[in-house]
């Protein structure tokens, strides 16, 4: 595999990542899908930061109106 390829095209480019990935496979930290209790986690995260940034949105509107 050359460092400096001059022919650029996406058939070589995939060609050449797929040998270093093949070369580095034993270096390489393999991936897993989260387990259930961390997607929940995700998704409470998720409707925390939704219900948050609404609780923000309705109070700068009270005080807005409270100003009137």
Do not use: G
């Amino acid at each position: 595999m050359r460092a400096f390829n001059h022919s650029k095209t996406d058939k070589i480019d995939a060609k050449n990542i797929a040998k270093a990935v093949y070369l580095l496979s034993d270096y390489v930290i393999k991936s897993s899908e989260p387990e259930d209790l961390v997607l929940e986690l995700r998704n409470l995260l998720r409707a925390r930061k939704s219900i948050v940034k609404t609780f923000t949105a309705l109070q700068v509107r009270l005080k807005k109106h409270m100003l009137f």
